[in-house]
């Protein structure tokens, strides 16, 4: 369709033809100085001329779309594959040393967090709050971005207050000023500075920090147990 076209003379479109005669048949394409909007072609041969133009770019473009598509395919299975292998890793870890080279070999991961903070309460809870400490601290790490992050750092901070009171308090005080903690961990953490301001002796410290606590609507139940210990005070 194409051919009969272009040898009916530059007046069948705005198309302009270069000596029709002396050019063979196979080449009279090539003559053609195509305008911009192909006016009085029909539209197969505009899809023609567009392919012939555009081929290139277009059989490019298709290649370069399904690559991304199977790319961005491969990329989300590798993930999943890869996030199922580490759990089954993680589940299989039982004891305090396994937990404790998981973490190591996978620092930087929200697992490896996980791993270190269940490795600091079994730690915490054999007494053993120096190593616990250190496990709690290595677990905030690796929780930053997470709603176990305030969680950590609480862990971290009873440690310190079950080694050394003085600079317990003080990191008990940097937990509930913390203002990205989840409101729950926050809680916690002030009601324990209200039991141990009361331990010190520092009764004003202690009602102020627990009736914060109590009067808070996101403290749950520590808001209980701080109206609870301002009864004792």
């Known amino acids: 369709m194409a051919d009969k076209i272009f040898r009916k003379g530059p007046h069948a479109s705005k198309n ?3 000596d029709v ?3 063979p048949v196979s080449d009279e394409r090539k003559t053609v100085i195509l305008d911009e909007n192909l ?3 029909e539209f197969d041969d505009k899809v023609w001329l567009y392919w012939t ?3 290139k770019s277009i059989i490019f473009s298709v290649v370069l779309a399904f690559a991304i598509i199977v790319g961005v395919q491969s990329y989300k299975l590798y993930k999943q594959y890869s996030a199922k292998a580490l759990s089954d890793v993680y589940l299989a870890a039982q004891t305090s040393a396994e937990l404790e080279k998981f973490a190591k070999e996978h620092a930087g991961t929200n697992l490896a967090g996980v791993a270190n903070l269940q490795n600091a309460d079994s730690l915490y809870k054999a007494n053993n709050y120096a190593q616990a400490k ?3 601290s290595k677990a905030a790490k690796d929780l930053s971005s997470t709603v176990l ?3 950590a750092l609480l862990g971290e901070a009873v440690c310190q207050y079950a080694l050394d009171k003085t600079h317990g308090i003080k990191s008990l005080e940097a937990v509930y000023a913390q203002q990205s903690i989840e409101p729950a961990y926050k809680a916690q953490a002030g ?3 209200g039991l141990a301001y009361r331990t010190q002796g520092k009764s ?3 009602r102020k920090i627990l009736e914060s606590v109590a009067q808070s609507p996101q403290s749950g139940y520590f808001a209980y147990l701080a109206q609870q210990a301002l009864m004792s005070l």
């Open 21 to 23: 005669e002396a050019v």
């Open 191 to 193: 009601y324990l500075l």
């Open 149 to 151: 992050y305030g969680r």
């Open 39 to 41: 006016e009085g072609v």
């Open 204 to 206: 004003a410290e202690a």
């Open 134 to 136: 250190l496990a709690y």
């Open 53 to 55: 133009r555009n081929k």
């Open 16 to 18: 302009k033809v270069v």
